[in-house]
């Protein structure tokens, strides 16, 4: 009897065994798939923050490039003017170191004929000086062959 009494125990033992088992493997099914559903759930709200930082740093990026964009668009429009009035501060300045330049040279040229003509009066009075010796030596040497 003790061992009639012992198999049943056993098989007891075995079924309660098996029974607590059987609930363990079922607890550790329902634990494995809530953990699948929070890791789920958890990666799909990363990724939903991800794409929202994203779409966030999208929008700043794109605001900060629209001020940078202005800030370049401003920078080339005053370098453009300023250039221009370079330019037309140059021009001026080429103009008037045109017309002073135009200027010394016509003083120049009225200064050359200025001493052109004075050469050639001198020259001319210098010719016609000559040209009077030269008669009156022609005069004097007729005189003296004529009284010779």
Known sequence: M????????????QNYRNHVQNQA????????ARHRE??????EAQNNQ??????DFEVRISAEAETLEEKLHQTRTKNEARIEEEKRSGDQ???K???????RIDEYKKQGDTQLDTVRRQLQNATDSLHAQ???SEKRVKKETETV
């Open 2 to 13: 003790d061992l009639k009494r012992l198999g049943a125990e056993e098989a007891q033992l």
């Open 25 to 32: 493997d079922q607890d550790l099914r329902e634990l494995e």
């Open 38 to 43: 929070e890791v789920s759930r958890l990666t």
């Open 50 to 55: 991800l794409n929202q930082v994203r779409a």
């Open 93 to 95: 300045t080429v103009e």
């Open 97 to 103: 170191l045109r017309a002073a330049n135009q200027k």
């Open 134 to 136: 030269t008669r009156k």
